[in-house]
Every structure is written in structure tokens, then in C-alpha cells.
């Protein structure tokens, strides 16, 4: 009994170290790539004869969005195993990691190119000499929305005693998502990295792709929580203690 409760104990911290290293390689990945921007339009509408669209919607957005919900459905996960001071834990785990990335680049950026070189220090200036002010902006949105997000999903587990989780994975989310997306945003723009008059724009696109990939999540949310649950023994809201 002793041998088989080690044993669970292991296999629950092994997914644990797994989560924990899907979140920070998802928030790295974030602060590495938000400089480049993308347009995205899933939906076009076509008249009867296929000559103009109707109903059409691009988003213009950074591409650091794109690993950037993965996060937050790594803390609704991690939040509903493990529970809230787990949850926290990686969130404090995933700053330090991107203050060492802010150190690493901004040492690389320092150190000069030599002549044969493939990337000049120009360019690699041009694609990481803001990085230091993108996880500054970041960081700050990332640890209000964080532990906004985890606060709200265990409060709506408490309300729904362990039972409806869309509830708490959709509405913990999608709200921190708009508390983090407006805080980068005005603090990117504040520090000279964007132009005021995109702020609209890219807070509309950025909170609107946020919500639809929450939303999308869902599914996987939903499968994730009932295999780990599956092969811990652990009923419908039910937490782990690591």
C-alpha cells in the first residue's frame, strides 16, 4: 500500500513537471516572438455568386499570442490537480524564468558580432533589442492576470463545489485575458514600443483571439482534467497534495 501510494505520489509530480515546463516554455516563447505581427481572418461569408465577401473579420495581431493562452489553460489545469498554491508556484517559477531571459538577451545583445557572424548585431538588435521592455510590460500584466485567473477559477469551484468546469476555466480566463491585454498594451504604448493609435485595434484583436482560443480550449480542458484524474484516482473536484 506504502510502495503504490510512492508510486502515485511520482506519477502525479511527473505531470506536474510536465505542466510546469509546458507554462514556462509557453511564456518564454511569448517575450522571444511578440515583435513580429500577423493577420488572421477565419471567417469570410461570400454573396450567392461568390463575387464579395460579406462578413469578414482579420485580426492583426503579434504573433506572441499564439503560445500565450496555452499558459492559462496550463494554470486552470494545474489549479484544478493540484490546486491554488501549486498553481502560484508556477506562476512565480515562470517569472524567474523570464528575468533570466531578459539577462541572457540583453548579454547577447551586448556582445559584439564577429566578422563571420551569420546574424550582424543590427539584426539581431532589430529582432530582440526590445525583449527587456517586452517582459517588463509583460510581466507586470502576466502577474495580475495570473493570479486574478487562479483566484476566479477557485472561487467558481467553490461556488459549483468541484462540478461545471467550463464555468470556472471559461470565465477565469477569458476575464484575466482582458485585465492582461489592456495592461501590456498600455504599458507597451507608454514605453514607446507602440504607437497609441493601435491601441484600440490591437486590444480588440488581441482580447477577441484570447476569448475564442479560451473557448476552444475547453474540449482539451475538459479531457485533460479526466485523464489526469483517471490515473491519480482522484474524484470530480477532487486536488492532489504534492
Avoid at 104 to 124: G, K, M, R, T
Wanted: charged residues 15%.
Amino acid at each position: 500500500m506504502q510502495n503504490n501510494s510512492a508510486q502515485l505520489r511520482e506519477k502525479a509530480f511527473r505531470f506536474y513537471l510536465v505542466l510546469t515546463g509546458l507554462f514556462i516554455a509557453s511564456l518564454v516563447a511569448c517575450n522571444l516572438i511578440f515583435q513580429k505581427f500577423f493577420y488572421w481572418t477565419p471567417l469570410a461569408f461570400l454573396d450567392p455568386e461568390g463575387n464579395s465577401e460579406l462578413l469578414s473579420y482579420t485580426f492583426q495581431i503579434s504573433v506572441g499570442i499564439i503560445p500565450y493562452p496555452l499558459t492559462f489553460l496550463v494554470t486552470d489545469l494545474i489549479s484544478e490537480i493540484y490546486g491554488r498554491k501549486r498553481a502560484d508556484q508556477v506562476v512565480y517559477a515562470g517569472l524567474v524564468a523570464s528575468l533570466l531571459l531578459f539577462v541572457i538577451v540583453y548579454l547577447a545583445d551586448a556582445a559584439p558580432a564577429v566578422d563571420f557572424s551569420p546574424v550582424s548585431d543590427a539584426e539581431f538588435s532589430k529582432v530582440f533589442g526590445r525583449t527587456g521592455v517586452a517582459v517588463a510590460a509583460s510581466m507586470v500584466a502576466y502577474l495580475v492576470a495570473q493570479f486574478i485567473d487562479i483566484r476566479i477559477f477557485h472561487f467558481w469551484k467553490r461556488v459549483t463545489r468541484g462540478k461545471h468546469l467550463w464555468v470556472r476555466n471559461n470565465f477565469s480566463t477569458i476575464t484575466s485575458q482582458l485585465i492582461d491585454t489592456a495592461i501590456v498594451l498600455v504599458l507597451l504604448c507608454a514605453l514607446g514600443t507602440l504607437p497609441w493609435a493601435m491601441f484600440t485595434v490591437l486590444f480588440l484583436n488581441g482580447f477577441i483571439f484570447k476569448a475564442i482560443v479560451a473557448l476552444l480550449d475547453t474540449p482539451v480542458f475538459y479531457l485533460a482534467t479526466w485523464y489526469v484524474r483517471k490515473k491519480l484516482g482522484l474524484k470530480l473536484g477532487e486536488e492532489f497534495e504534492l
